[in-house]
Nanobody, 123 residues
C-alpha cells in the first residue's frame, strides 16, 4: 500500500506559475508511472499529464501542452508538475495518481490517488 500527498497549490494571477508536488510513501512508487488529473467545479475529472517510472516518457493533455512539465525524482518518491502561463480555466483541484500500468493511469482508473490540491487562477 502507499499514499500520495499533493502540495503546492494556491492562488495565482493569470500568466503566473506554480509547481505542484506529490510525495509518495511506499517504495512501489519508484517503479510506478505517475500522473496528474484535475477537476474543475461542475466538470468531470480530466487528465493533465503522466510520466513513466523511468521518466523516459511523458504525456500531456492538449490543454496544457507547452505550458506544463511533469517530472519525477525517484530518490525522493516525488513527482512534480510545473505549470506556466496559467489561465483562469486552469482553476481546479489537482490530483496526483499512480498505477502500475500507464494506460490505466491515463484513463483515470489508477489504483492510487491523493486528496488533491486547489489551484485558483485569477484573471
Amino acid at each position: 500500500q502507499g499514499q500520495l500527498v499533493e502540495s503546492g497549490g494556491g492562488l495565482v494571477q493569470a500568466g503566473g506559475s506554480l509547481r505542484l508536488s506529490c510525495a509518495a510513501s511506499g517504495r512501489i512508487f519508484s517503479t510506478y508511472p505517475m500522473g496528474w488529473f484535475r477537476q474543475a467545479p461542475g466538470k468531470e475529472r480530466e487528465f493533465v499529464a503522466a510520466i513513466s517510472w523511468s521518466a523516459s516518457l511523458t504525456y500531456y493533455a492538449d490543454s496544457v501542452k507547452g505550458r506544463a512539465t511533469i517530472s519525477r525524482d525517484n530518490a525522493k518518491n516525488t513527482v512534480y508538475l510545473q505549470m506556466n502561463s496559467l489561465r483562469p480555466e486552469d482553476t481546479a483541484v489537482y490530483y496526483c495518481t499512480a498505477d502500475g500500468r500507464i494506460a490505466r493511469l491515463r484513463a483515470g482508473t489508477g489504483d492510487y490517488w491523493g486528496q488533491g490540491t486547489q489551484v485558483t487562477v485569477s484573471s
